[in-house]
T-cell receptor
Framework: TQLLEQSPQFLSIQEGENLTVYCNSS?????LQWYRQEPGEGPVLLVT?????EVKKLKRLTFQFGDARKDSSLHITAAQPGDTGLYLC????????FGTGTSLTVIP | NAGVTQTPKFQVLKTGQSMTLQCAQD?????MSWYRQDPGMGLRLIHY???????DQGEVPNGYNVSRSTTEDFPLRLLSAAPSQTSVYFC????????????FGPGTRLTVL
């Protein structure tokens, strides 16, 4: 049973488009993290959100934690080919539970 | 700092063989974890450690053993490899739990024939 479900699983868009990736769970987490992973490498942390309703921005990336701390979204504005990768959310506490991942391809 | 290092990068085993995947970190982190990553499954926690001498099971511990004799090292042992253990294995470390950054190693790609 997967605690965290991500959607969509695959996303292919043109450079310059906007997109949103979702991370949903029936469980409450004390924190939620987003990672990006490139082929052949380990995931790299993008952001941590800890407060229900919290919004964080990282250049063209906007992260939001749901009010009930069960879900999160990642919005990318004006996607670029360098954004291509696997995006993973992870719910934290004593352990981390990872989502199923969203594979994003940005076509030049 | 080298961060989190893993060896080997690639390994092929026959069913029933045993081996140890090595993981080391030089950041003096207390928390270390082992994950496996399979297509469509994200990363699943195998075992984790909150400090030297302390280990605990994650979501998918069967078939794997760990030990934590030092802060720096956290090896993962496959006792009798099975084809179902074919996967990419990642080691991670973090200073603390919850909100702290997890730093991942480059991974070990294991194939069990």
């Amino acid at each position: 049973t997967q605690l965290l479900e991500q959607s969509p699983q695959f996303l292919s868009i043109q450079e310059g488009e906007n997109l949103t990736v979702y991370c949903n769970s029936s469980s409450v987490f004390s924190s939620l993290q987003w990672y990006r992973q490139e082929p052949g490498e380990g995931p790299v942390l993008l952001v941590t959100v800890v407060t229900g309703g919290e919004v964080k921005k990282l250049k063209r990336l906007t992260f939001q934690f749901g009010d009930a701390r069960k879900d999160s979204s990642l919005h990318i504005t004006a996607a670029q080919p360098g954004d291509t990768g696997l995006y993973l959310c992870a719910g934290g506490g004593n352990q981390f539970y990872f989502g199923t991942g969203t594979s994003l391809t940005v076509i030049p | 700092n080298a961060g989190v290092t893993q060896t080997p990068k690639f390994q092929v085993l026959k069913t029933g063989q045993s081996m140890t995947l090595q993981c080391a970190q030089d950041m003096n982190h207390e928390y270390m974890s082992w994950y496996r990553q399979d297509p469509g499954m994200g990363l699943r926690l195998i075992h984790y450690s909150v400090g030297a001498g302390i280990t605990d099971q994650g979501e998918v511990p069967n078939g794997y053993n760990v030990s934590r004799s030092t802060t720096e090292d956290f090896p993962l042992r496959l006792l009798s490899a099975a084809p179902s253990q074919t996967s990419v294995y990642f080691c991670a470390s973090t200073a603390g739990e919850g909100t702290d950054t997890q730093y991942f190693g480059p991974g070990t790609r294991l194939t069990v024939l």
